[in-house]
T-cell receptor, first 109, second 112 residues
Framework: RKEVEQDPGPFNVPEGATVAFNCTYSNSASQSFFWYRQDCRKEPKLLMS???SGNEDGRFTAQLNRASQYISLLIRDSKLSDSATYLC??????????FGTGTSLTVIP | DAGITQSPRHKVTETGTPVTLRCHQT?????MYWYRQDPGHGLRLIHY???????DKGEVSDGYSVSRSKTEDFLLTLESATSSQTSVYFC???????????FGSGTRLTVV
């Protein structure tokens, strides 16, 4: 079983829509959680860390559910510039980061 | 971000030749990593370093070696390149364990 699993999509949504991505992780000992954004042919960039209490950064909200071992990312009022691949990342002790294969989002005018 | 640079950005090499990729950082971060990214596999860790001369293997280390003689430089060497090593290679740095990464711009390597 993969450490981190994401729905690859693609998600095609109109501008202004709300879209949500989920990610599941297999190891309950995982400690830290992140969402990264990767544009086509570019490097991944940290979008936000995910905390147990949930956290929000502008139009982006991240949630962690440790009991069910999943992480979510909600994007409100989607912009064309949000089109990218979103990577779910999980860390546990031993300096091990595990990356999902990414969820592709295209925001359509 | 200018804090981490990779070189070269693109390289085409022949099977069986040695190749070295360089990662240079100006952030003085302790941890440095080499990943490869392939369709359907996501990012996979090749090797990482937790200090000068301190390195360890990752998930896909076979066929690769690394060296870190200075805090700012982390080199990845393919001893004898194979077509299966055609990939995009990313270097990353982090301040400490469990902290989010900053990635370099990547090196697109093609082995023919």
């Amino acid at each position: 079983r993969k450490e981190v699993e994401q729905d690859p999509g693609p998600f095609n949504v109109p501008e202004g829509a709300t879209v949500a991505f989920n990610c599941t992780y297999s190891n309950s000992a995982s400690q830290s959680f992140f969402w990264y954004r990767q544009d086509c042919r570019k490097e991944p960039k940290l979008l936000m860390s995910v905390y147990s209490s949930g956290n929000e950064d502008g139009r982006f909200t991240a949630q962690l559910n440790r009991a069910s071992q999943y992480i979510s990312l909600l994007i409100r009022d989607s912009k064309l510039s949000d089109s990218a691949t979103y990577l779910c990342v999980v860390y546990r002790t031993g300096n091990q980061f595990y990356f999902g294969t990414g969820t592709s989002l295209t925001v359509i005018p | 971000d200018a804090g981490i640079t990779q070189s070269p950005r693109h390289k085409v090499t022949e099977t069986g030749t040695p190749v070295t990729l360089r990662c240079h950082q100006t952030e003085n971060h302790r941890y440095m990593y080499w990943y490869r990214q392939d369709p359907g596999h996501g990012l996979r860790l090749i090797h990482y370093s937790y200090g000068v001369k301190d390195t360890d293997k990752g998930e896909v280390s076979d066929g690769y070696s690394v060296s870190r003689s200075k805090t700012e430089d982390f080199l990845l060497t393919l001893e004898s390149a194979t077509s299966s090593q055609t990939s995009v290679y990313f270097c990353a740095i982090s301040e400490d364990r469990g902290y989010g990464y900053t990635f370099g711009s990547g090196t697109r390597l093609t082995v023919v």
